[in-house]
T-cell receptor
């Protein structure tokens, strides 16, 4: 079974600094997707960034970027110039397509605190 | 605006009672999903549906049932067989473009508590 592990239950960073959240996963599939979702106190799930496993280039979205190491099955998220609004739970997720649907497996989450 | 609507926002269940959580989407997505989130935990898949009138069990389907009579709607029933139903429930939907899958869109969730 696929598993996703986030080894950092909590992280904190000073405003404007850079922080990296770790994620590893286990799979025997060759075609899959990786995601980072943010869940603020409102509990709305917000997609931060998405990576397709067949793409070698690391995905970036403004201040958010990933370090995707396929052989090591590692998918870390880097947040640059941290802002107070980045404070949230961050979930790493692994997904595979199954005949029109996309099954996601989520990690346990990392709670990110931004210190002003 | 297109999106996913979950209702109610808060729901209370009495012992032995079945309750139904509503999920409606106007994104014209074929696939819909139900996830459960326990405090401080990640999401776990309960059921998913790839197409109308068809659905599949996820990782924790016991004590739950679903239906998919319309493309827009995917209600979840928490039955009395679910002994620990207190959790936050999230509905989601997605679509495909060719052979590639697009991101999941999530609703705002329903918090279910046991009285």
């Amino acid at each position: 079974a696929q598993t996703v592990t986030q080894s950092q239950p909590e992280m904190s960073v000073q405003e404007a600094e850079t922080v990296t959240l770790s994620c590893t996963y286990d799979t025997s599939e060759s075609d899959y997707y990786l995601f980072w979702y943010k869940q603020p106190p409102s509990r709305q799930m917000i997609l931060v960034i998405r990576q397709e496993a067949y793409k070698q280039q690391n995905a970036t979205e403004n201040r958010f970027s990933v370090n995707f190491q396929k052989a090591a099955k590692s998918f870390s998220l880097k947040i640059s110039d941290s802002q107070l609004g980045d404070a949230a739970m961050y979930f790493c997720a692994y997904g595979v397509g199954i005949q029109g649907a996309q099954k996601l497996v989520f990690g346990q989450g990392t709670r990110l605190t931004i210190n002003p | 605006d297109g999106g996913i609507t979950q209702s109610p926002k808060y729901l209370f269940r009495k012992e032995g009672q079945n309750v139904t959580l509503s999920c409606e989407q106007n994104l014209n997505h074929d696939a819909m999903y139900w996830y459960r989130q326990d405090p401080g935990q990640g999401l776990r898949l309960i059921y998913y549906s790839q197409i109308v009138n068809d659905f599949q069990k996820g990782d924790i389907a016991e004590g739950y049932s679903v239906s998919r009579e319309k493309k827009e709607s995917f209600p979840l029933t928490v039955t009395s067989a679910q002994k620990n139903p207190t959790a936050f429930y999230l509905c989601a939907s997605s679509t495909q473009r060719g052979q590639r899958y697009e991101k999941l869109f999530f609703g705002s969730g329903t918090q279910l508590s046991v009285l």
